[in-house]
């Protein structure tokens, strides 16, 4: 049934035309709001961001539009997990118990959503899809496997989530978190930095913030490489650079511990021992104190054909650029902090336009008055003209050229954990890496799942692993990893355009008519992952054949937070804001009190921050929905400030 302020605004909308938006029967509305996690109660947070979707689906729908307003639940994931093995219960159980009384609540608040299209990742015939996706992915070379170090914790013999770890010590066990080398799961995002970098141009709906952290995170860098000679051996150094111009200051080359010219230390102990600790610790790895191995080895600089010496050390990674750098401590200061600690020459290359001899190096700015100096023939350009001038003479004497690198890493989706959607692959004793036959998905997940032991469940279950393969039938063991959650989300509003699809994905056709989504709604926390994965994972699909569109989501709203006030007691307590009043003094100062354990005590207001239950400041949607009805709770979650801003609970 219309509400009573949907009745209202339909008449405001006939009679006064508030808003002109073309009848047209044909025409399609896609609005989504981020899809939640289970985690138990529905809070203000979402009462806001679902009321933003419900107003303009109804809108839409009211305008004789067809209007696509689904409903979901992002299932899989740790919460869930730690939940079971604190309460020692399955962790299916526990969402599905989240998920019936979260939707009880979310329809208590009248929202215009079509529950018919209802979908939850954690369901089989949902990741049963996305097994055969990534099986897709897979064939077509966007997955791979390689070695790669995460974070573990030697008690609970777990991989641990950069947030598990507090202080560099695992959350539950407090035992001190190693790096370990695991063999995991990638896909190819990287392949695709350039066109997600550039078409954030043509998402004109977006906010330009997020569209900023994007391109951020993309983080592109245009360079140039330039290849040395090593004197002593046949082997040549690629380094990477964005200040070509400086290649007369170079007085070093520092590579990466991980760099291919490694290999020919892989007897020297020392080494192993300084490739060791800058691997494994990762605290020496991050330090702004520069570590260095000297190899013995140098390059010919190939314009002033100086003899140069060769160096590992921690500040230059392996997966950016080429893992090598030239060294030109007068104006860069890691390689100045660098030069300095090893006694490495100094050399001057930009003069800088103020004054003569007196600039403090490492000088590392680019002005208008700058020159090139000691240079050779690049001398008294400005750095921009030499910048042009070096790199044209690199190209022609074919000792490198112009190359564009990204910050973007590749996406590890391996994860380690129980509650997931398994991995459908299998490695059969013959030594091979399969992917599972499409016949025989979904990969389930089992249900008897003990998690006393430490270590990941899967891998410890006595029998799920051990298969064989379907079509030699060789014995066979399964990928014991799961996906990582974003993995889900970055492809459920394609399966909202045919949720009840059995044997496929999603329909062609149902796909072409509802998507892209015209609205989406969320956070701003997900400015980047989830929506880079999401722009991601539609071209990823396009290159398996799918005919979906690049761009998933035409028009970006970040709703902001609700916020509400917050009071502790004097001796910091947290005490929820309904149970607090207030008292006029004789002067006219307000008091502010509580009752606590049958006694009242003072308690001090503080800021108006994020409702939290951790800072007793939620407001329960539930009592203001009883109280005061479902339309008048949605009426002011929009009413009281635009959608971007944060709310004030009052
Ligand atoms: C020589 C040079 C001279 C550099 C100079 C800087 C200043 P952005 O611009 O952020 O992309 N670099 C290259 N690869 C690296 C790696 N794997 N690990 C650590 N540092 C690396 O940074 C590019 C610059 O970062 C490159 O330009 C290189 O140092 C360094 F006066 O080359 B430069």
Redesign the pocket.
């Known amino acids: 049934k219309p509400s009573i302020i949907e009745k209202k605004w339909q008449n405001l909308w006939d009679k006064k035309k508030l808003f002109s938006v073309k009848k047209n029967k044909k025409q399609k509305f896609y609005v989504l709001e981020m899809f939640p996690y289970p985690s138990g109660n529905i809070h203000m947070g979402h009462v806001r961001n679902y009321t933003i979707g419900d107003v303009i689906a109804r809108f839409f729908k009211n305008n004789q539009f067809n209007v696509l307003h689904p409903m979901g639940w992002d299932s899989f994931g740790m919460p869930a997990e730690n939940a079971a093995i604190e309460n020692n219960l399955n962790p299916k159980v526990w969402t599905e118990k989240n998920i019936n009384n979260m939707k009880k609540q979310l329809k208590s608040i009248g929202l215009s959503i079509d529950w018919g299209r209802e979908i939850s990742t954690c369901d089989d015939q949902y990741y049963k899809h996305q097994q055969k996706l990534f099986i897709d992915l897979y064939n077509a070379g966007l997955v791979y496997k390689k070695d790669s170090y995460v974070n573990w914790d030697p008690v609970d013999e777990t991989v641990l989530a950069n947030e598990q770890v507090i202080d560099g010590k695992g959350w539950r066990s407090g035992a001190l978190v190693e790096k370990k080398k695991l063999s995991q799961w990638f896909l190819k995002i990287s392949k695709f930095s350039q066109e997600l970098l550039s078409d954030l141009n043509k998402l004109d709906q977006w906010p330009e913030k997020v569209r900023a952290m994007q391109r951020n995170w993309i983080?592109v860098?245009e360079?140039v490489e330039i290849i040395f000679n090593i004197s002593e051996k046949k082997n040549k150094i690629k380094?990477?650079?964005?200040?070509p111009e400086?290649i007369f200051?170079?007085t070093f080359i520092a590579l990466?511990v991980e760099h291919e010219i490694s290999s020919l230390f892989d007897s020297d102990l020392k080494f192993a021992k300084f490739k060791n600790l800058c691997i494994k610790d990762q605290e020496k790895r991050d330090s702004d104190e520069k570590f260095s191995f000297k190899t013995g080895l140098h390059v010919i600089h190939p314009f002033n054909k100086k003899k140069i010496p060769v160096f590992f050390t921690n500040?230059?990674?392996?997966d950016?650029?080429?893992?090598?750098?030239?060294?030109?401590p007068?104006?860069?200061q890691?390689?100045y902090d660098f030069a300095l600690k090893n006694n490495l020459d100094i050399v001057k290359v930009i003069q800088d336009h103020l004054d003569e001899n007196l600039t403090a190096l490492?000088y590392?700015e680019t002005n208008e008055g700058d020159r090139i100096i000691n240079s050779d023939f690049l001398d008294n350009l400005h750095p921009f003209e030499g910048k042009e001038k070096i790199t044209q003479i690199i190209h022609k004497s074919k000792i490198g050229g112009k190359k564009t690198?990204f910050?973007l890493r590749d996406w590890g989706v391996s994860r380690q954990r129980y509650w997931g959607c398994p991995i459908p692959i299998i490695y059969t004793e013959d030594g091979k890496t399969l992917t599972v036959d499409e016949k025989d998905l979904p990969v389930k997940l089992p249900d008897n799942i003990d998690f006393k032991n430490s270590g990941n469940p899967l891998s410890n279950h006595p029998t799920w692993k051990n298969t064989k393969c379907s079509k030699t039938g060789k014995k066979a063991i399964r990928e014991t990893d799961t996906l990582d959650t974003f993995f889900d989300s970055s492809w459920y509003f394609l399966r909202f355009c045919s949720p009840i699809e059995k044997s496929i994905p999603f329909k062609e056709d149902d796909v072409n008519y509802w998507m892209p989504v015209d609205h989406y709604i969320g956070g701003v926390e997900h400015a980047i992952l989830h929506l880079l994965y999401s722009r991601f994972f539609s071209r990823a699909l396009k290159y398996c054949n799918y005919n979906v569109p690049e761009e998933p989501f035409k028009k970006l709203v970040t709703q902001g937070m609700v916020c509400h006030e917050t009071f502790q007691t004097v001796d910091s307590k947290w005490i929820n804001p309904e149970n607090v009043f207030s008292e006029k003094d004789k002067k006219g100062k307000i008091n502010y009190y509580a009752k606590k354990d049958g006694k009242v005590t003072l308690v001090l207001k503080g800021r108006s921050e994020k409702m939290s239950k951790s800072k007793k400041n939620v407001v329960d949607p539930d009592s203001i929905i009883s109280n005061y009805g479902a339309d008048t709770a949605r009426l002011f979650m929009i009413s009281d400030s635009p959608p971007e801003r944060d709310l004030d609970w009052s």
Do not use: K
Not at 239 to 243: C, E, P
């Open positions: 983080g860098s360079g380094v990477f650079t964005t200040r400086t200051g170079a990466s500040y230059v990674l392996m950016y650029g080429s893992g090598a750098i030239f060294g030109c007068a104006h860069d890691r390689d490492p590392c690198d910050r």
